[in-house]
Each structure stands twice: as structure tokens, then as C-alpha cells.
């Protein structure tokens, strides 16, 4: 204990983590990052402890939450969203950004397990569409990454969860000790979901990868590396599951578009001004 005749140095509390740069496309900052850039800030708030989530946006996140004001303001109090879908990288290429490839949910996930099979760093899974499809997504990621820590996982009903279910899955989780929490139960629900349980959770990090569990569980299949580059994914999961899909993309995609001209219309404008 120091003396009355020294000085006490004051505790300063440890700088908050700096988020990347980004860019609003259609009042969506999304953040100007690759693969190493995410994984890197992921292990920082880890080590940091800092209580953060990302979302992986695709055209469907930007566009709903144009119209859903519950979703916009979960995606717009994360820490990063990052352009999960080709076309967003496009559009902010078109505006003045250098962006080589998407941050795409599944092989986000997939490289993230492979750095924390080496590094320890301990995952959590909520998703998946049963208990089955949950195992299954365990098992696979064990086997593709020797070393793995899944410390646990829990697949919700389909109806909304109770406070007293929230309750018992805060307290689940936090007993796992578990570092980042997965999250994949699809747009807008996982957003809204870790908007609403941040603060509940011991984890440092939550990142909504919606359909990357079906991928990775083997149930649903990729679209072709091809037709990604091309940007036709949404054709290619349209195909799969057409009852699913269809309105959503016939909705979204056409406004996407249109919403993409004006605000490059009036970023060459400004421009010129």
C-alpha cells in the first residue's frame, strides 16, 4: 500500500478496440476489411475481453434493415458488419474503395476454426436446424481441425425463446467458458439476438453467420466457387430452396440495385462538386 507522501497513480481503463474504417452503403456502415483483418480484431477483443459482435451482411441484411427499424439498430450497434455478399463488395469498390474479395460467412467461420485450433481459443455454436444438424456441425469442424474447442452448443425451438429460456442458455453459455459464440440462426434473427444478449454474455465476441452452419453440417450445398465470383450465388441457393428464397431475393435484389445507382449517382456528383 503506498505511503501517504506517494503519488497514486490513477487506473486508466484499457483504450476501447478500434473498429476499421467503413463505408455506409444504403445507411449500412460496412466495414472495409478481408479475412485476416476480421480474424485479427476477433483474437483482439478476445485477448482485450472487449465485448463486441459482427455481422456478416449480405444484400438481404442491407435491404431489410431499410425496413425493419429492430434490425437496423442491431446492425448498426455492432461493432463490424462486414460485406458477406459479392455485390456489396462491388458497390463499395464503385465508390472509391480497393476491396480484393467478400468476407464470407462460411469461410469466415472455417478460417476461424483453423486459427483456434492452434491458438485455443474456445467456441460456442448456437444454430443449426435440430439437434442432429447441431452434432453434426460439432463433429465435422472437430474432424476438419484437429485440436478444436467446441465447449458447447445449443440449437433454439423455432418459436421465440422465453425469458426464462434466455435465462438458462446466458447462464449455459457463460459456464462454458467459451471465447466466441457462433451464431447462425439466420437474418434478422441473429442479429436481433446478439443485440439483445451482448451484455448478458461472458464471451467477449458473438458473429452471426446465419447459413454457414447448414454449409458446413453438410446439409445444404455451397454454390460453386464460379458462379460466387460471379456474384450468382443467390441463383444458386434460389435453385435449392426456391419455396424459402424466392420472395426474399425477388424483393430485395431489384431494390438493391436501384438503391446502389442513386447513391453511385450521387457519389460522382459529390464528387465533381
Given at each position: ?81 462486414v ?68 465447449v458447447?452448443?445449443?440449437c433454439?425451438?423455432?418459436?421465440p ?74 441463383a ?32 460522382r ?5
Open positions: 500500500m503506498p505511503s501517504a507522501s506517494q503519488p497514486i497513480t490513477p487506473v486508466r481503463p484499457a483504450p476501447r478496440l478500434a473498429a476499421p474504417p467503413s463505408q455506409d452503403l444504403l445507411g449500412v456502415p460496412l466495414a472495409l476489411v478481408d479475412y485476416d483483418r476480421t480474424l485479427d480484431w476477433i483474437d483482439e477483443a478476445v485477448e482485450r475481453r472487449h465485448k463486441g459482435y459482427v455481422c456478416v451482411a449480405a444484400v438481404h441484411t442491407v435491404m431489410a434493415s431499410r425496413e425493419d427499424p429492430a434490425l437496423r439498430a442491431a446492425v448498426l450497434g455492432s461493432d463490424l458488419t460485406p458477406d455478399g459479392q455485390p456489396l463488395v462491388w458497390a463499395l469498390n464503385t465508390l472509391g474503395h480497393q476491396l480484393d474479395d467478400r468476407v464470407y460467412g462460411p469461410e469466415l467461420m472455417d478460417r476461424a476454426c483453423a486459427r483456434a485450433a492452434s491458438s485455443g481459443l474456445r467456441f460456442y455454436l448456437y444454430g443449426g436446424r435440430n439437434h442432429g444438424a447441431l452434432a453434426e456441425l460439432a463433429r465435422r469442424l472437430r474432424l476438419r481441425h484437429p485440436g478444436l474447442k467446441i458447447g452448443g445449443h433454439p425451438p423455432f418459436r425463446p422465453t425469458d426464462a429460456e434466455e435465462d438458462a442458455l446466458a447462464a449455459e453459455i457463460n459456464r462454458s467458458g467459451a471465447d466466441v459464440v457462433w451464431v447462425g440462426i439466420g437474418v434478422p434473427k441473429q442479429e436481433k439476438w446478439m443485440a439483445r444478449m451482448r451484455d448478458r454474455l461472458d464471451a467477449p465476441v458473438l458473429v452471426g453467420v446465419g447459413a454457414a452452419f447448414d454449409f458446413h453440417a453438410g446439409i445444404v450445398p455451397q454454390a460453386p466457387d464460379g458462379l460466387q465470383r460471379l456474384g450468382l450465388e443467390w444458386f441457393r434460389l435453385s435449392q430452396e426456391p419455396r424459402r428464397l424466392w420472395r426474399r431475393y425477388m424483393r430485395y435484389n431489384p431494390r438493391f440495385v436501384a438503391g446502389w445507382a442513386r447513391q453511385l449517382v450521387a457519389h456528383f459529390s464528387r465533381r462538386g
